[in-house]
Antibody
Framework: EVQLVESGGGLVRPGGSLRLSCAAS????????MSWVRQAPGKGLEWVAN????????DHVDSVKGRFTVSRDNAKNSLFLQMDSLRAEDTAVYYC???????????WGQGTLLTVSS | DIQMTQSPSAVSASVGDRVTITCRAS??????LAWYQQKPGKAPKLLIS???SLESGVPSRFSGSGSGTDFTLTISSLQPEDSATYYC?????????FGQGTKLEI
């Protein structure tokens, strides 16, 4: 059974940093693109970042470029999102998701809530 | 970035009705279009990928069609459990982008 379990969310002050983790199991992690998607309270979905199976290629949405970095550890079946210089507008539930055969995000974690507030 | 525009933003329908949600991309996306269903407090669930490929386990009353810039999600006979918000997503150009969502009330 495919499982994605996020952790690391919490309350952070503006300008602070946090690292989200996503533990994957039940599939060959090193064979799949992985993504982070966020959802601000009461709002829609926003794609944040993704990373190639071998980690050699990654991309981020413009609003987080230079502040967030996606990475992965295939030996530990784990995906990460390092978030620096956090802003109030980064407050959201952050989901990790697996990219499937036809580029849809076919498995999602339960999400972890990040709140940026003073 | 590619803009994805969904319509309507909200729709109310009855059990057994047929409902269509549309998604328009600001430029052609080579059919790399996915549809998701999200219920309150839950993660999104992938329904359809590559515009018309139904995911395993998704009821056959859901279908997707379209090409180029215009796509539709159709639910042929609404069930009470279909009450949710539906999102489209393009995965042809980086960054991936989502539509703003369509809230379906049964």
């Amino acid at each position: 059974e495919v499982q994605l379990v996020e952790s690391g969310g919490g309350l952070v002050r503006p300008g602070g940093s946090l690292r989200l983790s996503c533990a994957a199991s039940g599939f060959t992690f090193s064979s799949h693109w992985m993504s982070w998607v966020r959802q601000a309270p009461g709002k829609g979905l926003e794609w944040v970042a993704n990373i190639k199976p071998d980690g050699s290629q990654r991309d981020h949405v413009d609003s987080v470029k230079g502040r967030f970095t996606v990475s992965r550890d295939n030996a530990k079946n784990s995906l990460f999102l390092q978030m620096d210089s956090l802003r109030a507008e980064d407050t959201a539930v952050y989901y990790c998701a697996r990219t499937g055969t036809y580029r849809g995000l076919d498995y999602w974690g339960q999400g972890t809530l990040l709140t940026v507030s003073s | 970035d590619i803009q994805m525009t969904q319509s309507p933003s909200a729709v109310s329908a009855s059990v057994g009705d047929r409902v269509t949600i549309t998604c328009r991309a600001s430029q052609g996306i080579n059919n790399w279009l996915a549809w998701y269903q999200q219920k309150p407090g839950k993660a999104p669930k992938l329904l359809i990928s590559a515009a018309s490929s139904l995911e395993s386990g998704v009821p056959s009353r859901f279908s997707g069609s379209g090409s180029g810039t215009d796509f539709t999600l159709t639910i042929s006979s609404l069930q009470p459990e279909d009450s949710a918000t539906y999102y489209c997503q393009q995965a042809n150009f980086s960054p991936d982008t989502f539509g703003q969502g369509t809230k379906l009330e049964i």
